[in-house]
């Protein structure tokens, strides 16, 4: 166990819709990561935030957003969902914002998208 | 920009035997790199981590990585497979493009009684 947890574990939902998936990070932890893993882009970062404020940006969509609350927790928030974001949403957390931090993990949110 | 490779979809091994699980790298500025084992339905496991100094990293199950920089290589291996190591291995890079991990496409291990 990591000790980062992510709610929920799966998501169901229709096109169109929005979805808000959580993360906690590990006790301590400043920095925030979410990636998205799917068959076809494999794994690929979304997203940083450390200490409540945004710090990197990969391949995220317009579509979606993320943010930090003051007692660090997480939520990647898809909106007019397509087929095509079907896909295993993880979060990972650090200590801090260090080339060197390792990045923890969590179970991962599966959405499906119908 | 960063990329990682992962040259073989899948690795074979019986068990018992000495594994390795390739991977190579691109990056700018010195490499930091990472090895990841991603069980069924479970989210990414740190196994071992190179930032600097000696060449091979002894890392968490046994496993053990050798950076050769040269080769823009860190390969991960494993004196002695067990069944238990089967599972998906991902291979991540960071540089100084920023802190989000960059990773390979993955590799599948197998290892067979």
């Known amino acids: 166990d990591s000790g980062v947890t992510q709610t929920p574990k799966h998501l169901i939902t229709a096109t169109g819709q929005r979805v808000t998936l959580r993360c906690s990070p590990r006790s301590g932890d400043l920095s925030v990561y979410w990636y998205q893993q799917s068959l076809d882009q494999g794994l690929q970062f979304l997203i940083q935030y450390y200490n409540g404020e945004e710090r990197a940006k990969g391949n995220i969509l317009e579509r979606f957003s993320a943010q930090q609350f003051p007692d660090l927790h997480s939520e990647l928030n898809l909106s007019s969902l397509e087929l095509g974001d079907s896909a295993l949403y993880f979060c990972?957390?650090?200590?801090?914002?260090?080339?060197?931090?390792?990045?923890?993990f969590g179970p991962g949110t599966r959405l499906t998208v119908l | 920009a960063q990329s990682v490779a992962q040259p073989e979809d899948q690795v074979n091994v019986a068990e018992g035997n000495p594994l390795t699980v390739k991977c190579t790298y691109s990056v700018s500025g010195n490499p930091y790199l990472f090895w990841y084992v991603q069980y069924p339905n479970r989210g990414l496991q740190f196994l071992l981590k190179y930032i600097t100094g000696d060449n091979l990293v002894k890392g968490s199950y046994g496993f053990e990585a050798e950076f050769n920089k040269s080769q823009t290589s860190f390969h991960l291996k494993k004196p002695s497979a067990l069944v238990s190591d089967s599972a998906l291995y991902f291979c991540?890079?960071?540089?100084?493009?920023?802190?989000?991990?960059?990773f390979g496409g993955g590799t599948r291990l197998m290892v067979k009684p």
């Open positions: 990972a957390s650090s200590a801090g914002d260090y080339r060197t931090d390792t990045q923890y």
């Open positions: 991540a890079v960071r540089g100084n493009a920023g802190n989000m991990l960059t």
